[in-house]
């Protein structure tokens, strides 16, 4: 996985514009991506989650990819809102019955401009 | 859809003082629960897993002595902060997997706690 303990790179877009926030994961096994927004001073919310036999699922606004040739996993978020600046984490669950790996990976720190 | 609380969601405390944080699933059963600190602008480091009725399993260069936990029911586990040093400020996350029935292996987040040491 992608190094923690490092300061969040960011991401800024303005209002109206989509987004899209990436994350490489480097377990092949994995078999399951969660995306996570956490606002400041909370803890994180499940946004969206994609099985390893899909490479493309749709929530309400949000859009996962999964391209597991790469072992890359991106987040859509279509017109963006100044209530979606938050930072956003991938998680990743190894093999069928197992546990999530429960380490995050850098996260990304969307901000958005009115 | 499943809550897990977290408490105190901020606590200051002297230097040398010991701090408790509880961790408790309201509306399932968790076998595991998880443990996580968070420095500011900075990603989530899980600290330990935490197994009901067993020793946590602690990440590597996190001190089991000064990091106490405990999971001594299937809806609690609790994280003490062991003669707590201005370092040792910081947001604890807990986090809680659902051990049964059609959501079993869901993992959901308390709120955070953030612990200041004077």
């Known amino acids: 996985g992608e190094s923690v303990g490092l300061h969040l790179p960011t991401l800024s877009v303005q209002e109206g514009d989509n987004s899209i926030i990436n994350c490489a994961y480097s377990?092949?096994?994995?078999?399951?991506f969660i995306w996570y927004k956490q606002e400041s001073g909370k803890g994180p919310q499940f946004i969206i989650d994609?099985?390893?036999?899909?490479d493309k699922r749709q929530g309400q606004r949000v859009t996962v990819l999964l391209n597991k040739t790469v072992k890359h996993l991106s987040l859509q978020i279509a017109a963006t809102q100044p209530g979606d600046s938050a930072v956003y984490f991938c998680?990743?669950?190894?093999?069928?019955?197992?546990?999530?790996?429960?380490?995050f990976g850098r996260g990304t720190s969307l901000i958005v401009h009115p | 859809g499943a809550v897990v609380s977290q408490h105190p969601s901020w606590v200051i405390c002297k230097s040398g003082t010991s701090v408790k944080i509880e961790c408790r699933s309201l509306?399932?059963?968790?076998?595991?629960m998880f443990w996580y600190r968070q420095f500011p602008k900075q990603s989530l480091m899980l600290m330990a897993t935490?197994?009901?009725?067993?020793?946590?399993?602690?990440e590597q260069g996190v001190e089991k002595d000064k990091f106490l936990i405990n999971h001594a029911s299937l809806t609690l586990s609790t994280l003490t902060v062991t003669s707590a040093h201005p370092e040792d400020s910081s947001f604890y996350i807990c986090?809680?997997?659902?051990?049964?029935?059609?959501?079993?292996?869901?993992?959901?987040f308390g709120e955070g706690s953030r612990l200041t040491v004077l």
């Open positions: 986090s809680a997997q659902n051990g049964q029935g059609p959501g079993a292996g869901e993992l959901f």
């Open positions: 377990n092949s096994a994995s078999d399951y």
């Open positions: 994609i099985r390893s036999n899909m």
């Open positions: 998680a990743e669950k190894i093999g069928p019955g197992g546990s999530y790996i429960p380490t």
């Open positions: 509306d399932f059963q968790a076998t595991t």
């Open positions: 935490s197994n009901e009725g067993s020793k946590a399993t602690y």
